[in-house]
Nanobody, 127 residues
Framework: QVQLAESGGGSVQAGGVLILSCEIS???????LGWFRQSPGKEREGVAV????????QYADTVMGRFTISLDSAKNTLYLEMNSLKPEDTAIYYC?????????????????????WGRGTQVTVSS
C-alpha cells in the first residue's frame, strides 16, 4: 500500500523559491505521481504530474515555466521545485498517487484520478 508524506512548505516573499518533498512508501511502479494545491474556498487544483513509467511531466498553465516536478527513485521522494513564486500560489500543497488507467479516463488534473493522498503542506507567498 502506497503512503505519501509532504514536507518543505513555509512562508516566502513573492519571487522566492521553495522546494516541496513527498516521501513515498510502497510500490509506485504502476502509479502516476502528482502535486495538487487547494486554497480556501477553491477546488483542489492539479499543479503537476509525473508518469513514473514514461518520465513525462505535465503542468498546469498557471505554473508552466516556474515549477518543476521530479522523482528521485533512489530516495523514493517526489519533489516540486517552485520558482518565481506569486501570492496566488498560496495554498496547501498535496502529493497524490493514481493509477495510469484512471488518469487516462479522468485526466491528470482531476482529483478523482488519484486514490492516495498525503496530508498536505502549507505554502504562503507574501507580496
Amino acid at each position: 500500500q502506497v503512503q505519501l508524506a509532504e514536507s518543505g512548505g513555509g512562508s516566502v516573499q513573492a519571487g522566492g523559491v521553495l522546494i516541496l518533498s513527498c516521501e513515498i512508501s510502497g510500490d509506485i511502479e504502476r502509479y502516476c505521481l502528482g502535486w495538487f494545491r487547494q486554497s480556501p474556498g477553491k477546488e483542489r487544483e492539479g499543479v503537476a504530474v509525473l508518469d513514473t513509467a514514461l518520465g513525462r511531466p505535465q503542468y498546469a498553465d498557471t505554473v508552466m515555466g516556474r515549477f518543476t516536478i521530479s522523482l528521485d527513485s533512489a530516495k523514493n521522494t517526489l519533489y516540486l521545485e517552485m520558482n518565481s513564486l506569486k501570492p496566488e500560489d498560496t495554498a496547501i500543497y498535496y502529493c497524490a498517487a493514481g493509477a495510469a488507467g484512471r488518469i487516462a479516463i479522468y485526466g491528470w488534473s482531476a482529483a478523482r484520478s488519484y486514490n492516495v493522498w498525503g496530508r498536505g503542506t502549507q505554502v504562503t507567498v507574501s507580496s
